[in-house]
């Protein structure tokens, strides 16, 4: 248990499904990440949140929408996906201020598109 | 801009072998640097961090020292065993938070150690 839980760990979709995926942290921390995962590639940002608001968005298609309606709360709704974006979709939360601080991440939702 | 360099993998190494995986970094200031692993099906884990020069962090038998005269961050454990076999990624955070100060990954390194 890291203190952020992702929500669900696997998921199956077809690519005229709509679903969401559930990021909870109960750490205090003020700023939440979405990034995806595929094989054989780098880590990618995809969305920053801090103090609830969007504040990076990094060329991420449309049809990943995120939602941060509180500080412990981070969702990203997911609809008409491709086969391409079957990855690991990582959240993370940290402790902006004052201080350096890494990063706390979930253990994933492995997204398989269909 | 900042970045990581990691050496490539895989790394694989024999039980009890001695392990050193390569970090480097760029940055324009005075970057906090971590390592993360991740084992299969997981996320990635916060295995130790050094936020100023010549500080070592250490966890579970991995050491890495702040080396701000050669930029780097080299992770080392003296004797590997199998359920080290995980990939490891180095990362350094500038400045003094803010989620615009984002946390900037290496490529990461694939470690299977062998019984």
């Known amino acids: 248990e890291t203190g952020v839980t992702q929500t669900p760990r696997h998921l199956v979709m077809g690519m005229t499904n709509k679903k969401s995926l559930k990021c909870e942290q109960h750490?205090?921390?003020?700023?939440m990440y979405w990034y995806k995962q595929s094989a054989k590639k780098p880590l990618e940002l995809m969305f920053v949140?801090?103090?609830?608001?969007?504040?990076e968005n990094n060329s991420v298609p449309s049809r990943f929408s995120p939602e941060c309606p509180n500080s412990s709360h981070l969702f990203l709704h997911l609809h008409t996906l491709q086969p391409e974006d079957s990855a690991l979709y990582l959240c993370?939360?940290?402790?902006?201020?004052?201080?350096?601080?890494?990063?706390?991440f979930g253990s994933g939702t492995r997204l398989t598109v269909v | 801009g900042n970045s990581v360099t990691q050496m490539e993998g895989p790394v694989t190494l024999s039980e009890e072998a001695f392990l050193t995986i390569n970090c480097t970094y760029t940055?324009?200031?005075?970057?906090?640097l971590f390592w993360y692993v991740q084992y299969p099906g997981e996320g990635l884990q916060l295995l130790l961090k050094?936020?100023?020069?010549?500080d070592k962090g250490s966890n579970k038998g991995f050491e890495a020292t702040y080396r701000k005269e050669t930029t780097s961050f080299h992770l080392e454990k003296g004797s590997v065993q199998v359920s080290d076999s995980a990939v490891y990624f180095c990362?350094?955070?500038?400045?003094?938070?803010?989620?615009?100060?984002?946390?900037?990954f290496g490529t990461g390194t694939l470690l299977a150690v062998q019984p």
């Open positions: 050094a936020t100023k020069a010549d």
């Open positions: 940055a324009t200031g005075y970057p906090s």
């Open positions: 750490l205090g921390h003020n700023a």
């Open positions: 990362a350094l955070r500038e400045g003094y938070g803010g989620a615009t100060n984002k946390l900037i």
């Open positions: 949140y801090s103090l609830e608001e969007r504040v």
């Open positions: 993370a939360s940290s402790q902006d201020g004052p201080g350096r601080y890494g990063y706390t």
